[in-house]
């Protein structure tokens, strides 16, 4: 059976930068803070009107595409993983195609909703259709513009300072050589802890979950719309949410985890890695696992420094640098790993 290796990779930062000095005139924060908690020092953020995060994925994936040697046509199957689309529906894929070029009706288009994973799980999904034969150029975006939909009020600052905007595409085509190639990807889920970090209105959860339906303004008029109602809006309800330290107790101890058990499922160890590219939540979740599993500084990836969490978008961005550094050659044992809402995690071994 072919094995599934990245055949051409990009990423697309959006020019505008977002300082924490910049915050610090719109909401009560500190620089000190945000660089002591999770070490960002800056992020960046669309331009309203010209970027999104179907543009940005497509700006990254044209530089993919051109480093895999192929052309936009050659694609057939698409897998979009993000959690700010443009649209509710339809998903960013189908976007991404029309933005390409990509001839109608010649290639499949998946939307991914896993957030911080949502890579991590399109490369599973993209390995399967690549091992089964059944695709043999898959273009894998990830993209967020989390700018366009946070509270940057003090209200939102425990949020909102984390993340910014960006995304990484790659190429992934079947290769028969042995030494290179996916060696393993791991899925994982907890759904016990979904609203620990989540987005739930607007919404169609309808007062189901809600212990105040009152709160989120619903009326009892069966055949009245409640997927934004104005208590939403006055109450602040349409933003992100997050527990931050019970999603940090469980990320520091699922990243080991899930990638112990990628090594061991292939006979390696922790010195064998050439490269770990941890998705970027919070710099010291990534200090935390590189002390545990006894990874060197060069072993480890970051650079949540520059860009925060940038979510779908962390592991491709920080792939294609650390590539385009010369931190990654042939036959090199890299691991991708991420944590996050859902709770969703997971792993891929791969040799380069
Ligand atoms: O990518 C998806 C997965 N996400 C993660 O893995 C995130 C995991 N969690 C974290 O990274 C951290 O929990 C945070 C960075 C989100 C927060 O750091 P923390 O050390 O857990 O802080 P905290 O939430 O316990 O808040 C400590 C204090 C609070 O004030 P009091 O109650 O002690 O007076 C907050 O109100 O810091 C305050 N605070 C802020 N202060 C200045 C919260 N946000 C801010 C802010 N600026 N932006």
């Given at each position: 059976?072919?094995?599934?290796?990245?055949?051409?990779?990009g990423?697309y930062?959006?020019?505008n930068?977002?300082t924490?000095?910049?915050l610090e005139s719109?909401?009560?924060?500190d620089?000190?803070w945000?660089?002591?908690?999770?070490g960002?020092?800056?992020?960046?953020?669309?331009?309203?009107?010209k970027?999104?995060t179907?543009?940005?994925?497509?700006?990254a994936?044209r530089k993919?595409i051109?480093?895999?040697?192929i052309?936009?046509?050659?694609i057939?199957f698409?897998?979009?993983?993000?959690?700010?689309?443009?649209?509710y529906?339809?998903?960013c894929?189908v976007l991404?195609q029309r933005?390409?070029g990509?001839?109608?009706?010649e290639?499949?288009?998946?939307?991914?909703?896993?957030?911080?994973?949502?890579?991590?799980?399109?490369m599973?999904?993209a390995?399967?259709?690549i091992?089964t034969?059944?695709?043999r150029n898959?273009l894998l975006i990830?993209?967020?513009?989390?700018?366009l939909?946070?509270?940057y009020?003090?209200r939102?600052?425990?949020?909102s300072?984390i993340?910014?905007?960006?995304a990484?595409?790659v190429?992934?085509?079947p290769?028969?050589?042995?030494?290179?190639?996916?060696?393993?990807t791991?899925?994982h889920?907890d759904?016990?802890?979904?609203e620990?970090?989540?987005f739930i209105?607007?919404?169609?959860h309808g007062?189901?979950?809600?212990?105040?339906a009152?709160?989120?303004g619903?009326?009892?008029?069966?055949?009245?719309?409640?997927f934004?109602?104005?208590?939403?809006l006055?109450d602040?309800?349409?933003?992100p949410?997050?527990?931050?330290?019970?999603?940090?107790?469980h990320?520091?101890?699922?990243?080991?985890e899930?990638?112990?058990e990628?090594?061991?499922?292939?006979?390696?160890?922790?010195?064998?890695?050439k490269?770990?590219?941890?998705?970027?939540?919070?710099?010291?979740?990534?200090q935390f696992?590189?002390k545990?599993?006894?990874?060197?500084?060069?072993?480890?990836?970051?650079?949540?420094?520059?860009?925060?969490n940038?979510t779908?978008a962390?592991i491709?961005?920080?792939l294609?640098?650390?590539?385009?550094?010369?931190r990654?050659?042939?036959?090199?044992l890299v691991?991708?790993?991420a944590?996050g809402s859902?709770f969703?995690w997971?792993?891929v071994?791969?040799?380069?």
């Open positions: 059976m072919n094995k599934t290796i990245i055949k051409g990779i990423h930062i959006p020019d930068v977002l924490n000095q910049d719109i909401m009560d924060t620089d000190g945000i660089r002591e908690r999770t960002i020092i800056e992020r960046h953020v669309v331009t309203k009107f970027e999104t179907a543009t940005m994925g497509v700006e994936a993919a051109r480093s895999a040697g052309e936009p046509d050659d057939d698409i897998i979009f993983a993000t959690l700010s689309p443009d649209y529906f339809p998903g894929g991404a933005m390409l990509i001839s109608e009706g290639c499949g288009a998946l939307d991914i909703r896993n957030q911080c994973s949502g890579f991590i799980y399109g599973s999904v390995d399967q259709f091992k034969g059944m695709y898959i990830g993209s967020e513009a989390h700018s939909g946070m509270d009020s003090t939102g600052r425990d949020v300072v993340f910014g905007d960006g990484g595409a190429i992934l085509q290769t028969e050589n042995e030494t290179s190639g996916i060696l393993s791991h899925l889920s759904g016990r802890y979904a620990k970090l989540a209105s607007p919404g169609c007062g189901y979950y809600a212990d105040d009152e709160k989120y619903f009326s009892e008029d069966p055949l009245e719309s409640v934004l109602t104005q208590a939403m006055d602040h309800l349409t933003f949410q997050m527990d931050g330290q019970f999603v940090f107790k990320a520091v101890t699922k990243f080991p899930v990638i112990q990628a090594l061991k499922k292939a006979g390696k160890k922790a010195s064998d890695l490269i770990l590219i941890p998705h970027q939540a919070n710099l010291r979740i990534s696992v590189q545990r599993m006894g990874l060197t500084d060069d072993q480890v990836y970051n650079n949540i420094q520059k860009y925060g940038t779908a962390s491709p961005i920080a294609s640098e650390a590539y385009h550094e010369g990654i050659d042939h036959g090199d691991c991708l790993a944590f859902g969703t997971g792993s071994l791969l040799n380069w």
